[in-house]
C-alpha cells in the first residue's frame, strides 16, 4: 500500500526550550524539519499543524491538578512546584512551558485522530515521543506525555487494541504505566537496562497489573554496549512476533534516537543504519498486521544534536513517505550551511554511518551465556507465557 502520509510540524514546537545549558536542544528539531525539506520529502508528504491539546485532552491522561501546577509554571517559572517535577534539573521552568508542551501534545494526537480515520495511513510527530511524563508530574525532559494521550485519544475513538513500541534507549516508563492496568495497550520497551540508567525501570518482570492487566507490559533490558547486531536481533527476538499475535488497530512507535554510539547520555552503541532498520521494520510490522497499516511514529530521546538526531528522524520521515533516502546520497550542501549557522558545527556528510546491517535471527538458537540472549530470554519467559504465546 502506498498513500501519502502526514508530517506533523508547527514551527513553534521549537520553543520546547529548557535553556542553553539543557541537553534537549530545540534545534535538533529545527535541523530535522531543515533536513525534511533539503531532501524535498515535505512534498512527498503532508506537512500539518494541528491545535495544542486542551485540558480535556490533557485530562485522558494527566491529572488536572498537574496541568494547573504546569500552567503556573508556564506563567511564572520562578514559582514552579517541585513537586510536580517542575524547575528541576531535568524540567526546569520556562516561560511558554505549557503552550509549547500542549502543543506537541496536540501533533500526536491529531496524528492518532488522522490514522484512526484513515485520512492517512501513517503519520509522524517527530517532536512527540516525551515517554517519561507521568499523569500527575513531569520526568526526564518530559512534561506531557504525548505518546500516552495519542494511544488514549484512541481508546476513547474506539480503538480495542493499541500496540505500542518504544525503542528509545530509555525505558517508556511514562507509557507503560498510564496503560499498566489495561489491556487494550501492549507496550514493548527495549532499553538500556534499569541498573544502569533513568529511569530505573523496565526490568523484565515488569509486566502488567496483576489481573487484566497481566502481560499487557513488554520490557527488553538490555547490557550497556549492545550495538547493531545485539539490538536488532533483540527486536526482531520479541516485537514481532507479539505484534503478529496482538493484531494492534494502531501501531504507535517511539524512535528515541538516543540508542546511537555518539549519543552523551546513554552507553548503547547503535548507528544510524540500525536506526534506520528498525524504523524500516516497523512500517513492515504496520503493513502486515494492522488493518490499513495505520502507524503512528514519534521521535524521542537523542542528544547528538548535529550529527544523529535530524539524520534519523529524517529516515524516519522517509519511510513513513514511501520515499526512503538512501543511506550512501550525499547530505545537501544548504543543511550542511543551516547547521553551521545555527550551531558553528560542521554537519555529517552522508545519511548512513557506514554499518551494514545484519543480526542473527533467534529461531536460529539462543546462547544462554550469551548478556544479550539473556536480556531477551529474560523478556521472553516473564511476558510471554502471559499472552499464551511460548517463551
Ligand atoms: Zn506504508
Ligand atoms: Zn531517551
Redesign the pocket.
Known amino acids: 500500500m502506498s498513500g501519502r502520509a502526514l508530517l506533523m510540524w508547527d514551527e513553534a514546537v521549537t520553543r520546547y526550550d529548557f535553556g542553553s545549558s539543557h541537553p534537549m536542544d530545540p534545534v535538533r528539531l529545527a535541523l530535522t524539519m531543515g533536513l525534511v525539506r533539503a531532501y524535498g520529502l515535505d512534498k512527498q508528504v503532508d506537512v500539518v499543524a494541528a491545535p495544542p491539546a486542551g485540558d480535556s485532552t490533557l485530562r485522558l491522561v494527566h491529572r488536572q491538578d498537574y496541568v494547573d501546577a504546569v500552567r503556573a509554571a508556564s506563567a511564572d517559572p520562578g514559582a514552579a512546584d517541585a513537586s510536580y517535577g517542575l524547575g528541576t534539573m531535568d524540567d526546569p521552568a520556562f516561560a511558554g512551558m505549557h503552550e509549547a508542551s500542549a502543543l506537541i501534545a496536540g501533533q500526536s494526537v491529531a496524528a492518532a485522530e488522522a490514522v484512526w480515520a484513515g485520512e492517512a495511513a501513517h503519520a509522524v510527530n517527530f517532536a512527540g515521543g516525551l515517554h517519561h511524563a507521568m499523569p500527575g508530574g513531569a520526568a526526564g525532559f518530559c512534561i506531557y506525555n504525548d505518546a500516552a494521550l495519542a494511544i488514549a485519544r484512541l481508546l476513547e475513538l474506539g480503538a480495542e487494541r493499541v500496540a505500542y513500541v518504544d525503542v ?3 525505558h517508556g516508563d511514562g507509557v507503560q504505566a498510564a496503560f499498566w492496568e489495561d489491556p487494550r495497550v501492549l507496550t514493548i520497551s527495549l532499553h538500556e537496562h534499569p541498573r544502569l540508567l533513568f529511569p530505573g525501570t523496565g526490568w523484565p518482570e515488569e509486566t502488567g497489573a496483576a489481573g487484566a492487566g497481566e502481560g499487557s507490559a513488554v520490557n527488553v533490558a538490555l547490557p550497556a554496549g549492545t550495538g547493531d547486531e545485539g539490538w536488532l536481533r533483540a527486536f526482531h527476538a520479541v516485537v514481532p512476533e507479539l505484534i503478529a499475535d496482538f493484531r494492534p488497530q494502531v501501531l504507535v512507535t517511539q524512535h ?1 534516537a ?1 540508542t546511537h554510539f555518539e549519543d552523551p547520555l546513554a552507553h548503547l552503541a547503535v548507528s544510524l543504519d540500525a536506526q534506520r532498520a528498525v524504523q524500516a521494520a516497523c512500517h513492515s510490522l504496520a503493513h502486515e498486521y494492522v488493518e490499513g497499516a495505520k502507524w503512528v511514529a514519534l521521535g ?2 537523542g542528544y547528538a544534536v548535529v550529527d544523529v538526531v535530524p539524520r534519523s528522524w529524517t529516515h524516519l520521515v522517509g519511510i513513513a513517505g514511501h520515499a526512503p533516502v538512501d543511506p550512501e546520497s550525499v547530505i545537501p550542501a544548504s543543511w550542511r550551511d543551516e547547521v553551521f549557522a545555527r550551531t558553528r558545527e560542521l554537519g555529517p556528510g552522508r545519511m548512513t554511518d557506514g554499518r551494514t546491517v545484519s543480526w542473527r535471527s533467534w529461531d536460529a538458537g539462543y546462547d544462554p551465556a550469551d548478556r544479550l540472549d539473556q536480556a531477551v530470554l529474560a523478556a521472553r519467559r516473564a511476558a510471554f507465557p502471559l499472552r499464551g504465546l511460548l517463551a
Request: proline share 0%; charged share 30%.
Open positions: 528509545d534507549v530509555h528515541g538516543d524521542g530521546g
